[in-house]
T-cell receptor, first 113, second 113 residues
Framework: NAGVTQTPKFRILKIGQSMTLQCTQDMNHNYMYWYRQDPGMGLKLIYYSVGAGITDKGEVPNGYNVSRSTTEDFPLRLELAAPSQTSVYFC????????????FGQGTRLTVV | GQQLNQSPQSMFIQEGEDVSMNCTSSSIFNTWLWYKQDPGEGPVLLIALYKAGELTSNGRLTAQFGITRKDSFLNISASIPSDVGIYFCAGRAEADSWGKFQFGAGTQVVVTP
């Protein structure tokens, strides 16, 4: 069972570069999320989506963009990478509002130098 | 900013001991979730709580939704080495939209033989 798959697992970026973190899920979940995890800080919600074509900002959206063209995919875009974006990024999905439990991917460790 | 306060930050316990941790919020929550994260992995859902006073078990784990709706507790009984990891609480405030879960900073559990 694939569940939520994130790629890449690791990436080093130079300041000012851009990249897209990929996330795909095969559980036919409507809701998808992007979080970042910093040491000792728990997870912070970046963006979330209720379904294809609909996205909304979370707690820390600045410096990121998302799109949701299909139910399965929810990529996260960094346009101008900054050292403050060094973090571990997690994508998650959940089935419905009544079942808010999210299933997480394995994470992408991003370092901006 | 983050409204959840999770404690303790870390625990060093001997195998066989019980573990208790809690989360408190500054606002009323309508959902509490408890996750465990192993190194290099994404969080995995342990227990979900939806009603004040609710007490739910998952094997040796028991969690409770506080009656004030501003706190939740997780207990692990008779700890074993595989209980090592970071435990996160997550909750959804009543005033927030469905997608906006907040996470605690985590409790690092270390089990010694």
């Amino acid at each position: 069972n694939a569940g939520v798959t994130q790629t890449p697992k690791f990436r080093i970026l130079k300041i000012g570069q851009s990249m897209t973190l990929q996330c795909t899920q095969d559980m036919n979940h409507n809701y998808m999320y992007w979080y970042r995890q910093d040491p000792g800080m728990g997870l912070k919600l970046i963006y979330y989506s209720v379904g294809a074509g609909i996205t909304d900002k979370g707690e820390v959206p600045n410096g990121y963009n998302v799109s949701r063209s299909t139910t399965e995919d929810f990529p996260l875009r960094l346009e101008l990478a900054a050292p403050s974006q060094t973090s571990v990024y997690f994508c998650a999905s959940s089935y419905a509002r009544e079942s808010p439990e999210a299933f997480f991917g394995q994470g992408t460790r991003l370092t901006v130098v | 900013g983050q409204q959840l306060n999770q404690s303790p930050q870390s625990m060093f316990i001997q195998e066989g001991e019980d573990v208790s941790m809690n989360c408190t919020s500054s606002s009323i929550f309508n959902t509490w979730l408890w996750y465990k994260q192993d190194p290099g992995e994404g969080p995995v859902l342990l227990i979900a709580l939806y009603k004040a006073g609710e007490l739910t078990s998952n094997g040796r784990l028991t969690a409770q939704f506080g009656i004030t709706r501003k706190d939740s507790f997780l207990n692990i009984s008779a700890s074993i080495p595989s209980d090592v990891g970071i435990y996160f609480c997550a909750g959804r405030a009543e005033a927030d939209s469905w997608g906006k879960f907040q996470f605690g900073a985590g409790t690092q559990v270390v089990v010694t033989p």
